[in-house]
């Protein structure tokens, strides 16, 4: 069994440590996957003759001339090396007054660089690394590794460092033989020495990108294992067991103007069974814009409340916890049940009433936001907790409402998410939740057009409105986050009102922010939804939650600053009824970056929310989609989810493997790549 010597201490000085500290390298087995960057070629001496502009190459030759050139605002050192009558030309814009006298005339010397060409079409260096060339000095046998570093740390000191630590022989093999022969992989010290001291005939071969691909192996069979353990962990924690009776939701759906989707009553049924356990359901809840996921909401609250358990349902903003508040209100109007809403926003005596609410039990549904978290309120009997963009709390924030459940039970766990979650993520970084999705929409729904629009023709998609308006339509025109400023968002949001109301008249325009009071606030959207207002200027708070059918136009400025997974939430809230809906994306056209291109293009070319989001994956990576959810969770270094797609499936399997029939090799290879990282209670 390998022992665990990997993880000891890189002797060196306390200043030393302090940089290396900075790159997070501690002990050895840091050291060992610090894979260098690039690789510089000082295996070969290249003629001057022939090496190419635009080459990287080290020369040989002797020096011809040296001398300081002045400009008029600045000087350089320039050496001229000639070998076999071919000269190339050495430069320095920033040098020391003692380097003129380093470069003596018929001095030999190599210099190594990227060659470029100068205004006369003679080849140069500029500022090569230079060595003495001797008869004693030989070629390197390896490339040279440039590997990545802080201030204060030179390169060198890093490649001695790593040579120190390889000539002691520490890296031992993790994965059985059966595994490594089955999937065709380099063994471990194998795939790391190889990468930290490449050689021409391995690069040739392409041994560096086999080794690569070993490192990728590793990285996501230690992922899968930790979350393998989070998963069993969090499926051991005692929940009651909650049977659906009938009571309450029978007469709910029989009230209901529709009925739910195939893909709602699956997912239904997933969660009940998962109640009926006595063991914590964990479930992830993935459903496009408009799918249906509020209904699966209320009928798993139902369930908690028919076996007289508490349920609560918490959202991130106090106006998409609202519009659950009213939306469930209304839909559970007929069965007769207490629900409460719980915000910062309510007096200290409204707080208070609700507290004790919780506490007696009298509470038996709780709709709020980050209010339901204070210390202060308590539930008699919770059973279910269901988190609406689960992905905009915290792991703390989630535990510690779980934590507010009685006599040694967990309640029962459902997290929501608009934003769909592309395979690879929820392959790896949710792999420790359970998984539902709604695939469905509801009949009815028709397709959003998007029109990608420069904001120079802002007065055309004004006469557009006004005449949508006057037929009836109903538009929303958001004025997103500019500038990190919320300041700056409410004074557009209150400038473009102002110029709409003049330009619209005598159409009814109206203004919603997250500054207004919850009162001021529920009485512009309910206007809204009665038709009172026509068009609607808003900041981003209507991202989600805002359900109003008859709207069917959203017009976004500054589209080019937001997200795609904000942008697809946004353009969401048209399309909910049977009128042909439209999403104008205004754009600023000039200087737009590659990335804000990309967005606007995917976004433009697609409804399909689980594309997007796969593509959302593509252009920033798992660390921002994942937002607070990857508190803990260390980035991948080596493996790329989507691209590697095929490496993370063969890593659940052989973690699965690991875990049944090598626990200690399990065990090792989480203490490995986990040793200093608290990431094995993750919620």
């Not at 610090?34 to 000082?42: A, G, K, M, N």
């Amino acid at each position: 069994m390998p022992n665990l010597f990997l993880l000891s201490p890189i002797p060196n000085s306390a200043d030393i440590a302090d940089k290396l500290a900075k790159l997070n390298l501690y002990c050895y087995w840091d050291l060992a996957l610090h894979i260098p960057l690039r690789y510089e070629d000082l295996t070969k001496i290249y003629p001057v003759a022939q090496i190419q502009v635009g080459q990287q190459g080290m020369v040989e030759g002797k020096i011809i001339s040296c001398e300081i050139i002045k400009r008029k605002t600045s000087q350089q050192l320039v050496v001229k090396l000639e070998d076999n009558g071919f000269v190339i030309s050495l430069v320095f814009f920033h040098f020391f007054s003692n380097y003129r006298h380093q470069y003596v005339l018929g001095k030999i010397i190599r210099a190594y660089g990227e060659v470029k060409q100068d205004y006369y079409g003679n080849k140069t260096i500029i500022h090569p690394k230079i060595q003495a060339a001797t008869a004693q000095t030989q070629l390197s046998e390896s490339f040279s590794p440039v590997y990545p570093t802080t201030s204060g740390l030179a390169n060198i000191a890093l490649i001695n460092l790593v040579n120190d630590f390889l000539t002691q022989n520490l890296l031992e093999e993790t994965l059985p033989l059966g595994i490594k022969q089955r999937y065709n992989l380099l063994g471990l010290a194998e795939a790391i020495i190889t990468l930290h001291k490449l050689t021409p005939s391995q690069y040739e071969k392409n041994e560096h990108l086999l080794a690569l691909h070993r490192l990728k192996y590793e990285e996501l069979i230690a992922q899968q294992l930790l979350m393998q353990r989070a998963y069993h962990n969090k499926h051991q924690l005692d929940a009651p067991s909650l049977f659906s009776t009938q009571q309450l939701i029978a007469p709910f759906l029989a009230q209901l103007p529709f009925k739910l989707t195939n893909a709602q009553l699956r997912v239904v049924d997933e969660i009940l069974l998962d109640l009926q356990r006595p063991q914590q359901m964990n479930r992830l809840l993935q459903g496009d814009v408009g799918s249906g996921k509020t209904m699966v909401a209320a009928i798993t609250a139902l369930v908690a409340l028919e076996n007289n358990y508490q349920a609560v349902l918490m959202a991130p903003t106090e106006i998409l916890a609202e519009q659950h508040y009213q939306k469930l209100q209304k839909m559970l109007a007929p069965l007769n049940l207490n629900i409460v809403w719980l915000a910062g926003s309510l007096t200290p005596k409204q707080k208070r009433l609700v507290a004790e609410q919780c506490a007696n039990g009298q509470a038996q549904l709780i709709i709020g936001t980050h209010a339901i978290f204070q210390k202060n309120i308590e539930f008699a009997k919770l059973g279910v907790v269901i988190i609406d963009e689960q992905h905009r709390f915290g792991v703390e924030q989630r535990r510690s409402l779980i934590n507010k459940g009685n006599a040694n039970l967990f309640p029962h766990q459902l997290m929501m998410s608009a934003t769909p979650i592309p395979r690879s993520l929820a392959m790896s970084y949710y792999a420790d939740l359970d998984s539902s999705i709604i695939d469905e929409l509801p009949p009815g729904r028709t397709p959003i057009k998007t029109m990608l629009i420069r904001s120079n023709r802002r007065q055309e998609i004004i006469e557009f409105v006004k005449n949508k308006a006057s037929l009836g339509c109903q538009i929303y025109w958001v004025c997103p986050l500019i500038e990190e400023s919320e300041k700056l968002e409410l004074e557009n949001a209150q400038h473009t009102y102002e110029e709409l109301t003049t330009q619209l008249a005598p159409i009814q325009v109206g203004l919603v922010h997250g500054k207004l009071k919850p009162k001021d606030k529920a009485e512009i959207m309910t206007n809204f939804a009665s038709n009172q207002i026509q068009v609607l200027v808003a900041t981003s708070v209507i991202e989600v939650g805002v359900d109003v059918p008859n709207a069917s136009i959203m017009v976004i400025e500054h589209s080019e600053r937001m997200g795609l997974a904000q942008l697809h939430q946004l353009r969401g809230r048209v399309g909910r009824g049977a009128v042909e809906s439209q999403c104008v994306l205004l754009f600023e056209g000039d200087n737009l970056s590659q990335i804000a291109k990309q967005r606007l293009k995917v976004i433009s070319s697609s409804n399909d929310g689980f594309e997007i989001a796969r593509q959302d994956l593509l252009i920033r990576g798992p660390g921002e989609l994942l937002g607070q959810r990857q508190s803990g969770m260390p980035p991948l270094r080596f493996a790329d989810l989507e691209r590697d797609i095929q490496i993370l499936h063969d890593a659940r399997l052989i973690a699965k493997e690991l875990s049944h029939s090598y626990p200690k090799v399990s065990q090792y290879i989480l203490d490995l790549w986990f040793y200093n990282k608290q990431v094995y209670s993750t919620v």
